[in-house]
């Protein structure tokens, strides 16, 4: 009798083992896979000399850095760029009145009217052109030696900072010569309208594009009072 119990002892226990042993199979093996990792690279750590652990933390470090610096390196890069496309944007604005300046009329014997708005034409596209040319060298010569700079590597990265924080006022003036390109070139396309076309044309179409230009205008100036306050400040 007694025989009989302790082999049903014994098959109950190798029962449970068994299922003990189905259940624990049934784990996600990543989780497995992690844990034994993490648990290797604990023992792989712990047995190293502590130099040799203060040395890897120090590259670890190192190579964050590096990555950090890369990432600045692209926003400046991305800086950059969005300069850039202001002197393309004058000097096209430049190209354009420098052609309407040479195929416009300044001066008419018959018309004193003629003769006022050539003088103000004249004086818009000369305002046109020389802020079109001052923003285009500027923001060229702002990216030319940024770039510069930022070719020098490490060394070259202070020396960067240092300049965009010196020419700071340049940027400013230069985007103020930006808008003021913009807008006498319109005026002057406006002046052209009214000194080339005659009769009530003149009047009708003059007004029409000067009143459709102040519209768009005044949207591009809450554009820049939007990127105002909400990029720059």
Same mark, same amino acid.
């Given at each position: 009798? =007694?025989? *009989? ?11 449970a083992?068994?299922v ?5 199979a ?17 023992i ?6 502590v130099?040799?652990?203060l ?10 850095? =590096?990555?950090?610096?890369a990432? =600045?390196m ?14 393309v944007?004058? %000097?096209l %604005?430049l190209n ?5 300046f ?6 008419? @014997?018959?018309?004193?009217?003629? =003769?006022?708005?050539?003088f !103000? ?6 305002a046109? *052109?020389?802020?079109?040319a001052?923003?285009?060298?500027c923001?060229?010569?702002? %990216?030319?030696?940024? /770039? ?5 590597g490490?060394?070259g ?10 020419? @700071? ?9 930006? +808008? ?5 070139? !319109?005026?002057?396309? +406006?002046?052209s309208?009214? +000194?080339?076309? /005659?009769? @009530?044309?003149?009047?009708?179409l ?21 990127a ?6």
């Amino acid at each position: 009798m =007694n025989h *009989i119990k302790y082999m049903y002892v014994c098959a109950a226990t190798c029962l449970a083992m068994m299922v003990s042993s189905k259940s624990s199979a049934f784990i996600p093996t990543q989780r497995r896979i992690s844990s034994n990792h993490r648990a290797a690279s604990s023992i792989s750590l712990s047995a190293l000399p502590v130099p040799v652990v203060l040395q890897l933390k120090r590259s670890t470090a190192a190579a964050s850095a =590096n990555v950090l610096t890369a990432f =600045n390196m692209a926003n400046e890069s991305n800086k950059l760029a969005a300069i850039a496309g202001y002197s393309v944007v004058a %000097t096209l %604005t430049l190209n354009s009145c420098l052609r309407l300046f040479t195929s416009t009329q300044l001066q008419s @014997k018959s018309s004193k009217q003629k =003769n006022i708005a050539g003088f !103000l034409f004249c004086c818009f596209c000369s305002a046109a *052109i020389v802020c079109g040319a001052f923003t285009s060298i500027c923001f060229t010569l702002l %990216t030319l030696y940024s /770039k510069t700079a930022l070719g020098m590597g490490v060394p070259g990265q202070a020396k960067y900072t240092a300049f965009s924080e010196a020419t @700071k006022e340049f940027r400013v003036q230069g985007f103020q010569a930006f +808008i003021i390109s913009i807008s006498s070139f !319109l005026a002057s396309f +406006i002046l052209s309208l009214y +000194i080339k076309l /005659k009769g @009530k044309t003149r009047y009708i179409l003059s007004a029409g594009v000067g009143a459709l230009a102040l519209y768009y205008f005044s949207k591009v100036q809450l554009i820049m009072y939007l990127a105002k306050t909400l990029i720059f400040e």
